[in-house]
Structure formats: structure tokens, C-alpha cells
């Protein structure tokens, strides 16, 4: 009997094997097709080494490539146009063996490329680096910690001709010495300003490379109309393969589709006219989570949103209990379900779940009235006090600050909404000029780094990242020693140790974290939302079957 | 000679008769009760409104007054924080009116006396307050307030009727400017400049007077229009701040529901404007009728 | 009439100067700061600085603005700081848009205003007088954006008779609920024009004339009435244009309509300088110069205007 039951189990499991095997040949790649992706705007600029948005880095993403990518679990950095790496000198010196016969676009709006699709070689990306800082790219200054970058930067007075510190040892080899061991350099280089760029065509074309983006990735600019459509085409020459050796991508273009209003995408999206619908809005969340099911992708984003205080200015310098309070008598769960359908998972403190180094049994805050009103009176504001909260505008971080305002209330905090620009929202957070100012941040690069030293250490204050003005001697200690650490798990510790202290000073409100969503049509294949978002979710290797 | 001589002195019977005639319009009394109703729909609102505006019911009463409909608790249904959406339109009535009135009052504060000066005294004081004038009207109106709102590092309802002063006071300026041109070399004026009386006393005290009506009728009229450029402020983000029931201010909020089928937070705030606006234009033209005034729009 | 065109152009000449010098001073007293918008949330002051130097916005702003007269006089706009976009060439792609629109807008207001109200005038008093005349003072009296919202609910949401927002490939149906949002507004100013000029003229002693003379009533109204009454009306439709081409900002911001109004507020908001001086005095211009025609068709339509 028991014999029996194994044979028979043993033929139910082969039989589901070869189902899934048979699912799964159905389920063969398809060549052509063309994926209508949607955007909210015009991508302000396509030139790798300008963009600083969201939007933007969508297209990038699709038309260059990196040294190394992101692995789409947030568990670290994958080979990309570098097939290797090695640190050599305590973290110092890197070297990076390059991919052979990566070429660049032939064609871009529909013209040949001034590059005529050649080979990509390790002075490209010297060139590409040393570009950066000539045009005043936003994201050169990631990368200072590469020998000479201040020679090279103030090259009027230094007369420096080249960036010292990279070096091309052959075609295929190209070496980085930095001025000290920084641990997270290699994550920083998947950022996407970092992307290779052929000089022919970057000086053919100077500032107006915007308009006319060549780069190696798996599409290439075919049209642009502004604040329409970006279209682009299938590079045939894209030097990735699939399992089988078969060339990629399978899609023969993709166009970015800008439909500003909300609605409208979705109406245009149930109508079968788009294919991918990133970033989902909240009014139509339930709806589309019922209908589309496990199309509708949705997974935790490396970020964090929080309401900072300005440490540097009354009432919140040096009070600590009132900080801690305000932590206190915020129910962030309730916000979140209410408000913005439970998308946001509550913060505890500062690093987002999915990035190394996060603390699961990191003790935050939660929603205790009572606390927050004895801690009000240890800060000497028995009945509460008024104060200014600063908020760009974006309808999503109003709805969350009127949820707020409102919360506050009931302990006699009376919250000022100031709803502001973003450009103002920036001048004035890095001046210390609010009281309160709502922020988020997003991971540049997979490292705790990226936030604890760029969000919190006292040698960032200001428009580095530090706009709460925080400082304690002992975390600033704590991160700068993680910095040049090289041993992972004694850098978990010390970040570990850092956190817990930022958290008891409370130096912000600890929200939430975000999350990340993309829409797909049943026919659209093999599409997966990455930890870091939605606008870099691979296109190279989806395809679509037949609508 | 007294000053009984003037036509603004014997004006008494003049503001009679044009109140008789006022009374006549049909759609004059209308407007002048409408604007009654707002007037003490926004005096009241403390007693009228069925809830407080800024109460948000979700906290203690969960989703059901999330985003609730019209029904006969909540007549015109709830917002996102289930605030009653009827109690936060009959209090955006103050935040209307208010604007309307202080941004009236600072085109008036600047147009009279520019336009007065530019029409008594001609000349080049003329051709400069003009030339200011043309440069104003030149700009693109609503471009222009959303660039002077921006100007201020902290928004509120006050940058806001500042902007539109600074903005609507020419078409005030205007009006002045032509009826002292018109004015100025009537005999009653040529008689007071002749017995020497100073300049200033002639503009406020002799011309002014008669030149109040066609003011008053683009006064009213402005209103409408200033309730009407705050909406479009509001919603385009500029102004009003939350909480505050500004009425333009609800309808960008409720804007994104439309397609949810949760039409009642952007379309009953745009009724009110409608409304308010309605009323202002009924009584503006109707003032115009009986004041007999031709305005060059 | 020469000399008066002439002065009347040469005028035009200061006030686009004050107009250029009121935006320049707007844009140097706003907050907010261009290159910190293009630096993104996170930004070194170093490159902070030197993106500032290549803007020039680290001159003293005399020498910005003698920079910036200089190079408008040699019909350079500049280069759009957030898009890299030429001014010049932004303005001439979405202008197209806009007067796409505001072109239908305005046929379809002068259409349906001038229909109403000749028909409200010779119907006086009747239902339909009385219900168009109630629609016009309500068209006046919606906020523009409010009935685009409305519009939109009702035909594009719940009907789907209409794709919705945005300019799709320039196909007509999306220029639909846009024209008519925008249409609304003038179409109502017209048709009360309108029929206040008709019911003037008719009760004027010629047309009784003409009446007595046995003359068929549509003789009568469309050859001898129509023809006075709409000079007024022709104006009025003048000055209305260039309301309409500065005025579609709300517009087309909710109906995602790629023109200039749209992209004045978005370049506002990024503190686009080069792009915000392009587009309002592009629109200056265009009042400017639309005021002029209709100054000057005074004269065409009504013979008994003397130019001073």
C-alpha cells in the first residue's frame, strides 16, 4: 500500500514536471513586437551623465550600459559591460577586466552614429569619466574619491589634461586608484550616470548629445517626440545573449508613452493600448490588484520617507524628548492603510528592508499617545506646541501630511502645512531654513553607505544629504570607520551600532519605506520588477506573444 | 461757491435713481441675493456647517466615511480623510470671499491713485502709468500671478490676494484714467481750479466722486474673475494651503477620484465657484445697467 | 492711417521691453535654484558652483541682464536649462499646438456664439432666448478647469466616447473636449455680444424700413442687421484670440495639450529661466500684435472709424 502510494506520488510529481517543462516550452521567446511602456513626463534629458530623474533614467537604462548592474534582488553588483574585478592595495586600486566586442549604436535617429558602431575599449570609459567632470555632470562628484578628480576638476589653475587616477592598462583593462579604501566603490559605478559613451558622437554633437544619445544597450533612439512619445528601436548588435545563445533583445522597440494624467494611462491600459504601467497610482490600486492579479507586480523599493527635523534650530536642537515624542504620535500603519492603501510598510528606522545591512529587529517607533505626551511634557511642551512642516508638491506627500497634521492635533501639536515647489523645498532644507520638511530617499547605489553616511553624518550637512543638520560625534565616528572597512560583517555591526544611535536621538521622523509597482499585460513576458524600481526593470530580455 | 454746486453733491438723488433702476433688473436682484447668500452662507458657517471642516472621520469611524458618497449625513459625501465635503464648501465661501474683497481692495489701493494721477495730470505722468499699464496687460494674466506667488517664499492666502492686486489694478487704473480724462475739463473742475484749490483736494473731493461708479461696476465685476483666477491657482497647487478649504484647492485634490467614480469632491466645490462667480457677474452687470455705465472690457 | 500704424508699432517696442524687464526681475527674485533643481535632491556645492558659473548665473545681475538684452536683440532665446531644448525651437513645436487649439476653440465660439445670439435676438424673450442667454452667463461663470473635469467625467470616463488627455499622434478626436473647454468661455462672451448688438440695430429705424417695405424678416436680419451688428462682435472675437492663445494654460494643463501654456507652468516650476522669459514674451508678442490687427480692422469693418 505504502509502496503504491509512492509510485503514485512519484508518477504525480514526473507528471507535473513535464506539464511545467511543456508550460514552460510554450512558453518560448518570441521575436518582434513592440512594448508601450508609460511615463508621467518627458524625459528632461537622455545624456547618461545629466539625468538626475526617474523618468530619464528609464530611457538611459534602456540605451546604455554600465561597468557592473544591480542584481534585481538587491543582493549586490553583477558583471555587465566588465566581465571582472579585483581590489588590490587595501581597497584602493581596482581593476576591471572588459567585455570584448561590446559595440556602440550604429544608427540613432534613424542616421548613421559618428562611431560607426565600433568596439567599446577601456579608453572609452576614460574618456566617459573625464566627460563627466568637464560637462559638470551632477554625479561626477559620486566618484571624487578617484585620484585626481580635484586636479582634473579645477584643470584651469591645476592644468591637469587627464583624470589622473584612471588608468587604461590595455584596451580591455582599465584600473581605478582612489585616494583612500572606499568599501562601496563598485556598487557605485551601477549608478546610471555611469554609463560608456563614444567620444565621436559626444563630441560631434557637445551639449546637444541630450538630443542625440548613443550608447551600447540593447535599444537606440529612433524618435523623440517632446512630451509624446520616446521611441525607440531594437539595436541589433547588442552584445547580450540569452541561455540559448540566441540574440537579444527579442522586442524590435519599445516606446515611452508620457500620459500625465493618471486615469487616462489606466483607462488606456485596460484598453489594451499599454503594455507596462510603472509606479501605480493609489486611486486605482485595489481595482487593479483584484483584476490583474499576479500581473500586478509589487515589491519593497530600497527607499525611505521621512519627515526630518531641523536639529540646528529651536524648538527641536538639543531636545531630544520632543523629537521623540513627535516619533510617538505618529500611527504610521493606520496612515498608511487609510491613506495611501497600506502601500507603504512603516519605518523603524533609517536603512529600507532589501538593503544590505538592514535591521529587522531594529526597535523604531510606534504609535503610544501616552508616551508621546509624557515625553512632551519631559521636553517642557506639556500642551503641545505650533510648528512649520515643509512639503514639496506632490499630491501623495500632501495626502500624507494633512493624515499627519491631523494626528498631531490631537496632542496639541499644531502642524503648519507649507506646501512648496521643489526647487524652494531644496534651497531651503539645505539652509536650515524650515522647522520641519518632509524628504525621501531612494538608494543610489546597493550600500548602507549611501544612506547612513550620506543622510546623517555631520560632514554632509546641507545639500550632501544631511538636511536635518544631525550630528553626533559617536555615529559620525561609527560611519566613517564602516567607510574604509573592508571586512563585511564587522561593517553590518558598525552600521548596526550607528543606526540604533541615530534612531534613540531621533533626528527625523521615521515614516515609512517605500515600495516599487509595475502593471504588465498578460502577453508581455518574462517582465520583472526589480528591487530598485520600476524605470530600471530589464527590457532586454521580455517579449510579448501575440495581443 | 459751496461745494453744492458740483453733480457729486446733488449725486444723492443720482445713487436713487439708479437704485430704482437696479430694482427694475430682473437679474440685478437676483445677483444681489445671491451674493447675499453667499455673504452670510460665509458669516454663518460656524453655525450652518453640519460638521467641522478639518474633522477627519477615518480616524475614529474607519473606511466607511472614507471617500464616502452623497447621503443624508454627509449630503455631498466625504473626502479622503472623511471630511464632510458639504461643511468645507460653506466655509471655502470665506476663503472666496476673502480673497475676492482683500485682492479688490489692493487693485483698488494701487489703480485709483495711478489711474487719477495718469488722467489729471497727463503728460508724461500719463505716458509712464500707461506704458505700466500696457506692460501689464501684455502679460499673460494667470502667468503672471502664479510668477508673483512664486515669488514668495511662503505662500498663503495673503501672497495670493497681493499677487492678484498687483496684477488686476489695471483694469481698475484704466477706468480711472479715462473718467478723469473725461473729467478734468468739466466746468465744476475748471470752476474749483480756478478759485485755486489745491490738487489734491479737486481729485478726491471733486472728481473722484463721479468717477466712483464705473469703478464700483469693474469692482464687482473683478470679483468674479479674482474668485475665479484663486480657483486656478489653488489647483494648480499655487496659494491656498491644506487644509485649507479653498475651493480650487478641492477640486485638485478631488481631481484624481473623477475616474473612481468618486465625481462629489471635485464637482460640488466647482458648483459653489460657479455660484459665486454667477452672482458677482448678475450684480456687476446689473450695477452697470442701472449705473449706466459703458465699460471698455 | 500710416503714421498711426507706424506709432502704434513703434509703441509696441517699449512695452515689450517693459514686459521683457518685469520677467528678468520676477525670475531674479524668485527662490529657488536652477541648478540646484539640476542637481537632483543630492548635490556637491562644488559642482553646485560650477554649474552656476556655466549658466552665468553667478554674475552680478546688471551684467546678467545687459547679457540677457543683448543676446534677445540678436533673436537668441537661450537654451532651456532643464531640457537642453533651444528656446526658440521649444516655442515654434508647442506653439503649433496651441494655435491648433485655440484656432478650433475660436471657430467653434464665434460659430456657436454668433448663431445664438443672432437667434436669441430675434426670438426675444422666447425659451430658447432665455435658456442660451442662461448658458452663456453660466459659461462665463465656470472656472475653466472645472468644466474640462467635467467634460472629461462625463466623455471620456464614463462614456468613453473619447480617448481622453494628450495629443496622441495629432489625430482630431483628442483636440475635441480640449476645444470645447476652451471654446466654452468666448462662445458665451459672444453670443451675449452678440445678441446685444442684434436687438440694437433691429430696433433701429432702417430695419423697420425695411420691414415696411415687405422684405422677408431673414432678409431683413441676415442682409441689413447682421452686418452692423457684428462689428462689435468681430472686435470682440479679436481680443478674445489673444486671450485664448495666453490663456490656455489651465487648459491644457488638464488636458495634458503639449503647448505653451503648459510649458510656461512646468518651466516655472523648474525654475526653466531661459524658458520662462521665452514663453511670456512670445506671448507678449503675440497680444501685442493681435491687439494691433484688431485696432487696425476697426477701420476695414466700420468706415465711419478715423484713426487720430
Known amino acids: 500500500m505504502k509502496r503504491e502510494m509512492k509510485v503514485f506520488l512519484l508518477f504525480l510529481l514526473t507528471f507535473g514536471v513535464l506539464c511545467m517543462a511543456g508550460a514552460a516550452f510554450a512558453e518560448d521567446p518570441v521575436y518582434g513586437g513592440i512594448l508601450r511602456w508609460r511615463e508621467i513626463n518627458d524625459p528632461p534629458k537622455l545624456d547618461p551623465a545629466q539625468a538626475t530623474d526617474t523618468v530619464s533614467s528609464r530611457a538611459i537604462y534602456l540605451m546604455f550600459d554600465s561597468l557592473v548592474e544591480n542584481d534585481s534582488d538587491g543582493k549586490g553588483v553583477l558583471p555587465a559591460l566588465a566581465e571582472s574585478w579585483e581590489g588590490s592595495e587595501g581597497g584602493t586600486v581596482w581593476t576591471f577586466k572588459l567585455r570584448k566586442g561590446v559595440r556602440f549604436h550604429k544608427e540613432c535617429l534613424g542616421e548613421s552614429t559618428a562611431n560607426g558602431g565600433r568596439e567599446v575599449t577601456a579608453q572609452d570609459w576614460k574618456y566617459t569619466f573625464e566627460r563627466m567632470v568637464r560637462d559638470n555632470s551632477p554625479r561626477a562628484y559620486f566618484i571624487e574619491m578617484i585620484e585626481g578628480y580635484q586636479d582634473f576638476v579645477s584643470r584651469d589653475e591645476t592644468g591637469a589634461t587627464e583624470w589622473s587616477g584612471i588608468k587604461v592598462l590595455d584596451d580591455y583593462t582599465l584600473q581605478f586608484k582612489l585616494t583612500y579604501s572606499f568599501a562601496p566603490f563598485v556598487s557605485v559605478l551601477a549608478y546610471n550616470s555611469f554609463m560608456v559613451i563614444p567620444r565621436e558622437d559626444a563630441e560631434k554633437w557637445g551639449k546637444e548629445f541630450n538630443f542625440h544619445p548613443v550608447g551600447t544597450g540593447p535599444f537606440m533612439l529612433e524618435r523623440w517626440d517632446h512630451d509624446q512619445k520616446v521611441v525607440l528601436k531594437k539595436n541589433p548588435d547588442y552584445w547580450r545573449k540569452d541561455d540559448k545563445g540566441n540574440a537579444l533583445p527579442y522586442l524590435d522597440g519599445v516606446e515611452l508613452v508620457v500620459i500625465p494624467d493618471n486615469t487616462i494611462a489606466y483607462e488606456e491600459f485596460k484598453k489594451g493600448n499599454l503594455d507596462a504601467f510603472q509606479d501605480f497610482p493609489d486611486e486605482f490600486y485595489v481595482e487593479a490588484k483584484a483584476t490583474y492579479g499576479p500581473l500586478f507586480q509589487e515589491r519593497p523599493w530600497v527607499g525611505t520617507y521621512y519627515y526630518g527635523f531641523n536639529n540646528s534650530k529651536e524648538p527641536f536642537k538639543g531636545n531630544r524628548a520632543l523629537r521623540q515624542a513627535v516619533n510617538y504620535a505618529v500611527d504610521r500603519e493606520r496612515i498608511s492603510d487609510l491613506v495611501i492603501e497600506g502601500r507603504y510598510p512603516a519605518g523603524k528606522g533609517v536603512l529600507p528592508p532589501g538593503m544590505p545591512g538592514f535591521n529587522p529587529d531594529l526597535k523604531g517607533y510606534s504609535y503610544d499617545p501616552d508616551k508621546a505626551k509624557a515625553l512632551l511634557k519631559e521636553a517642557g511642551y506639556p500642551n503641545g506646541f505650533e510648528c512649520e512642516l515643509q512639503v514639496n508638491n506632490n499630491p501623495r506627500h500632501k495626502a500624507v501630511a494633512e493624515a499627519i497634521q491631523a494626528q498631531l492635533m490631537e496632542l496639541g501639536i499644531k502642524l503648519n502645512i507649507k506646501v512648496v515647489d521643489w526647487g524652494v523645498h531644496l534651497d531651503m532644507c539645505e539652509r536650515a531654513e524650515t522647522q520641519m520638511f518632509r524628504m525621501g530617499w531612494v538608494v543610489d547605489y546597493l550600500d548602507p553607505d549611501n544612506f547612513l553616511y550620506v543622510l546623517l553624518h555631520s560632514s554632509n550637512h546641507g545639500s550632501k544629504g544631511n538636511y536635518s543638520f544631525y550630528s553626533n560625534p559617536e555615529v559620525d565616528a561609527l560611519l566613517a570607520e564602516a567607510r574604509v572597512e573592508t571586512n563585511w560583517d564587522k561593517r553590518i555591526e558598525l552600521y548596526r551600532k550607528a543606526e540604533q544611535l541615530i534612531v534613540e536621538d531621533a533626528p527625523w521622523v521615521f515614516l515609512f519605506h517605500y515600495s516599487t509597482s509595475l502593471l504588465g499585460q498578460k502577453w508581455v513576458k518574462n517582465m520583472h520588477l526589480p528591487a530598485m524600481g520600476d524605470y530600471s526593470t530589464p527590457l532586454y530580455n521580455v517579449w510579448v506573444t501575440k495581443k | 461757491m459751496t461745494e453744492r454746486t458740483t453733480p457729486a453733491a446733488s449725486g444723492g438723488s443720482l445713487w436713487f435713481e439708479a437704485w430704482l433702476r437696479f430694482r427694475r433688473n430682473r437679474l440685478a436682484m437676483i445677483g444681489l441675493v445671491m451674493v447675499i447668500t453667499v455673504i452670510l452662507v460665509a458669516v454663518l458657517a460656524t453655525w450652518i456647517s453640519p460638521y467641522d471642516p478639518l474633522k477627519q472621520l477615518i480616524w475614529t469611524e474607519g473606511k466607511a466615511v472614507r471617500l464616502a458618497s452623497p447621503s443624508a449625513k454627509h449630503w455631498f459625501g466625504t473626502d479622503l480623510y472623511g471630511r464632510d465635503i458639504l461643511s468645507r464648501i460653506i466655509f471655502g465661501a470665506r476663503i472666496s470671499l476673502q480673497i475676492g474683497i482683500f485682492a479688490t481692495l489692493v487693485s483698488l489701493v494701487i489703480g485709483i491713485p495711478l489711474g487719477a494721477l495718469a488722467g489729471y495730470v497727463g503728460k508724461w505722468v500719463d505716458d509712464l502709468i500707461s506704458w505700466l499699464v500696457n506692460v501689464v496687460f501684455a502679460f499673460p494674466f494667470l502667468l503672471f500671478v502664479l510668477a508673483v506667488v512664486a515669488v514668495f517664499k511662503d505662500p498663503s492666502l495673503v501672497v495670493v490676494y497681493i499677487a492678484i492686486g498687483m496684477v488686476n489694478w489695471v483694469s481698475i487704473a484704466r477706468v480711472v484714467r479715462a473718467q478723469f480724462i473725461s473729467l478734468r475739463e468739466r466746468e465744476f473742475v475748471e470752476a474749483a481750479r480756478a478759485l485755486g484749490m489745491p490738487s489734491w483736494r479737486i481729485i478726491f473731493v471733486h472728481i473722484l466722486p463721479n468717477a466712483l461708479a464705473p469703478v464700483i461696476v469693474q469692482a464687482t465685476l473683478g470679483m468674479g474673475s479674482i474668485i475665479m483666477i484663486e480657483a486656478g491657482l489653488a489647483f494648480l497647487g499655487f496659494g491656498a494651503q491644506p487644509p485649507t478649504p479653498s475651493w480650487g484647492l478641492m477640486i485638485s485634490e478631488g481631481q484624481k477620484y473623477l475616474g473612481q467614480g468618486q465625481w462629489w469632491w471635485a464637482i460640488f466645490p466647482g458648483l459653489a465657484i460657479m455660484y459665486t462667480v454667477l452672482a458677482f457677474n448678475f450684480l456687476g452687470d446689473g450695477l452697470r445697467d442701472a449705473l449706466d455705465v459703458r465699460l471698455k472690457r | ?308
Open chain 3, 1 to 308: 492711417m500710416f503714421t498711426y500704424f507706424l506709432r502704434k508699432l513703434l509703441y509696441t517696442i517699449p512695452v515689450l521691453w517693459g514686459v521683457v524687464t518685469v520677467v528678468f526681475i520676477l525670475m531674479a527674485v524668485v527662490p529657488g535654484d536652477p541648478a540646484r533643481i539640476m542637481m537632483g535632491q543630492r548635490g556637491d556645492p562644488a559642482t553646485l558652483a560650477r554649474i552656476r558659473a556655466d549658466l552665468g548665473l553667478d554674475l552680478p545681475l546688471h551684467r546678467q541682464y545687459t547679457k540677457f538684452l543683448g543676446e534677445l536683440l540678436r533673436g537668441d532665446l537661450g537654451t532651456s536649462y532643464r531640457s537642453n531644448e533651444k528656446v526658440s525651437v521649444a516655442l515654434s513645436v508647442r506653439f503649433g499646438a496651441t494655435l491648433r487649439l485655440a484656432f478650433w476653440a475660436m471657430v467653434l465660439a464665434s460659430v456657436l456664439g454668433v448663431t445664438a445670439g443672432i437667434v436669441s435676438a430675434v426670438k426675444q424673450y422666447s425659451v430658447f432666448d432665455y435658456s442660451a442667454m442662461f448658458l452663456a452667463i453660466s459659461g462665463v461663470s465656470a472656472p475653466v478647469f472645472w468644466v474640462g473635469l467635467l467634460l472629461l467625467l462625463a466623455f471620456a470616463y464614463n462614456l468613453h466616447w473619447i480617448p481622453g488627455v494628450g495629443y496622441g499622434d495629432g489625430q482630431a478626436i483628442y483636440l475635441i473636449l480640449p476645444v470645447l473647454t476652451l471654446g466654452v468661455r468666448p462662445a458665451a462672451l459672444i453670443a451675449r455680444l452678440t445678441r446685444s448688438c442684434m436687438l440694437e440695430v433691429l430696433s433701429q429705424d432702417y430695419i423697420r424700413t425695411a420691414r415696411a417695405k415687405g422684405l422677408a424678416e431673414k432678409i431683413v436680419v441676415i442682409k441689413h442687421a447682421l452686418k452692423n451688428a457684428l462689428i462689435p462682435v468681430v472686435t470682440i472675437i479679436g481680443t478674445q484670440v489673444a486671450e485664448l492663445l495666453s490663456g490656455a494654460v489651465l487648459t491644457e494643463t488638464i488636458f495634458a495639450w503639449p503647448g505653451i501654456g503648459r510649458l510656461a507652468v512646468e518651466a516655472l516650476v523648474a525654475r526653466d529661466f531661459p524658458m520662462i522669459r521665452g514663453t511670456v514674451i512670445f506671448m507678449a508678442l503675440i497680444f501685442l500684435v493681435t491687439n494691433l490687427v484688431v485696432d487696425l480692422s476697426y477701420g476695414f469693418i466700420d468706415p465711419r472709424v478715423r484713426f487720430e
